[in-house]
């Protein structure tokens, strides 16, 4: 009976393993063609879905299940994704100009030049993030946690990051002009060539601090 259990129990778990990580990114399809049709679907899975280049301006997907999903050049423009799990997306090129993000979950993602332009990001889980080359002017992102995201030529003018958390940030050539900054933590973030608030750039090993 003992070898029994010893085989059974390990046996159980590793069922239980496979179909957990079998389920755990898989949409669910009728979300996906509810999406499709109405634009409208709070709290949808759609996670690992590919809606590369889909047109979802003004789509309500507030609290909805993105992660890992495709939305690569998808139109989200005006959209609400207000607490939506967006960790691990890819957004390259995506157009979310104007839209909610506010309280989402977006560590990981990939918004390589995804235009931002507007959009309300704020205490959103930006952490680790891919912001290379995106246009955030202007974007709110107060209390927004950027740490150790890439934000390496992004356009961040006008921008809000008042209490922003940039610890760690690559901010190398970004633009930081009119920005608001206030009591936001850059922590060995790397500032160089950054262009600050006051339209100075920033100089060599500016780690922590604009060294003009």
Known sequence: MKRRSIIFVPSLILAATLFISGTSYAFNQKDMDTVIATKQCEK????????????????????????????????????????????????????????????????????????????????????????SGANLFPAGLFRADLSKANLSGADLRGANLQEANLRGADLQGAKLLNANLKDSDFTGANLTGATWTDGLECGRDSIGVCKK
């Open 44 to 131: 949808c899975d759609l996670s690992g879905a590919d809606l590369s280049g889909a047109n979802l301006q003004g789509a309500s997907l507030s609290a909805c299940y993105l992660s890992q999903a495709n939305l690569s050049g998808a139109n989200l423009s005006q959209a609400n994704l207000q607490g939506a799990k967006l960790a691990a997306c890819l957004l390259p090129e995506a157009n979310l100009s104007g839209a909610d993000l506010s309280s989402s979950d977006l560590s990981g993602a990939k918004l390589l030049r995804t235009n931002l332009s507007g959009a309300n990001l704020t205490k959103a889980n930006l952490t680790g993030a891919d912001l």
